[in-house]
């Protein structure tokens, strides 16, 4: 049971990793149309993205299904330009909001999962033959790094809204601006 805090580990260290800020991005994208009092909102949104990515995550894990590397590594940005486009383009005071953000959340939760499980496959290769356990701790870890992320960015969330009074949707255009300008430029190293 003593490799069990080292998949937590390197699940951490996989999803808080800045040489793979894609999934950060996409989780500040999900994030940024929530204010600082909707806090329990995020956390079904992020729970909702931790199962969709969970499922992929173990089915292309235990090899059940397998997936095109490429494929799903241009997938990613394209969730988070869909994501932050979404934000930029529907209207401030949307009911569906909540809904549709779960909706995304759980969908491109699916399409992260399946890019989560080429790194968990690498680190497993050739180490054991029972990766339920791995599996457990490593998604274990990305849910702790998410939260890690999460909760950074609503303390810069507080600061500029709290404390510098930015307008929310003036908030939300330009962390939703950024992403997008982000997600376009891996989508054409992508198609590259």
């Not at 790094?145 to 609503?154: D, P, S």
């Amino acid at each position: 049971m003593s490799e069990f805090p080292f998949y937590v580990k390197q699940g951490i260290n996989h999803i808080t990793d800045i040489q793979g800020f894609d999934h950060m991005l996409f989780i500040v994208s999900l994030c940024a149309v929530y204010k600082v009092s909707q806090w329990r909102n995020v956390l079904v949104l992020i729970t909702a993205f931790t199962i969709g990515h969970s499922v992929t995550l173990a089915l292309t894990a235990l090899n059940v299904i397998k997936v095109n590397r490429e494929l799903v590594e241009l997938l990613i940005p394209v969730t988070i330009l869909f994501t932050c486009v979404y934000n930029i383009i529907k209207p401030e005071k949307s009911k569906k909001l909540i809904s549709v953000n779960y909706f995304f959340a759980l969908f491109f939760g699916l399409i992260h999962g399946m890019g989560f499980s080429n790194f968990f496959k690498a680190m497993m290769m050739g180490i054991s033959d029972n990766i339920i356990v791995p599996l457990l701790a490593f998604n274990l870890g990305i849910e702790i790094g998410q939260l890690m992320i999460i909760a950074v960015f609503t303390v810069v969330l507080f600061a500029f809204t709290g404390i510098l009074k930015v307008r929310h949707r003036d908030w939300v255009l330009f962390v939703s601006g950024v992403g997008a300008g982000l997600a376009a430029e891996l989508i054409i190293k992508g198609l590259a």
